[in-house]
């Protein structure tokens, strides 16, 4: 069983910048974070191999937003650069062994966290 608990969520302006943290207990899997906005489908933002450090972005989060680890505090980061108004939604941390599995939003094998609010004001 792995348990994911997000944090670093907040109000911020546009254009300014939020890093947040997937901090999860159990053994290390590939990891991932989603966001769904008010009204919206969960949709695959960032991923990061639980070895190899291999990563992978969907196109609005390219240039602006980077995922990180680190593998001993079992913990992952997303780097959140020139924050736009529709970046404004609740994120979400996922876990997975399979690589394939942890980019898609409507995996039921995805382990997943409660969730943190980031909302961006114009």
């Known amino acids: 069983q792995v348990q994911l608990v997000e944090s670093g969520g907040g109000l911020v302006q546009a254009g300014g910048s939020l890093r947040l943290s997937c901090a999860a207990s159990g053994r290390a899997f590939n990891m991932a974070w989603f966001r769904q906005a008010p009204g919206e489908e969960r949709e695959f933002v960032a991923a990061i191999t639980w070895a190899t450090f291999i990563t992978r972005y969907a196109d609005s989060a390219k240039g602006r937003f980077t995922i990180s680890r680190d593998s001993a505090k079992n913990t992952v980061y997303l780097q959140m650069n020139s924050l736009k108004p529709e970046d404004t939604a609740v994120y979400y941390c996922?876990?997975?062994?399979?690589?394939?599995?942890?980019?898609?939003?409507?995996?039921?094998?995805?382990?997943w966290g409660q969730g943190t609010q980031v909302t961006v004001s114009s």
């Open positions: 996922a876990a997975n062994p399979s690589w394939s599995e942890v980019t898609r939003p409507e995996s039921n094998s995805n382990y």
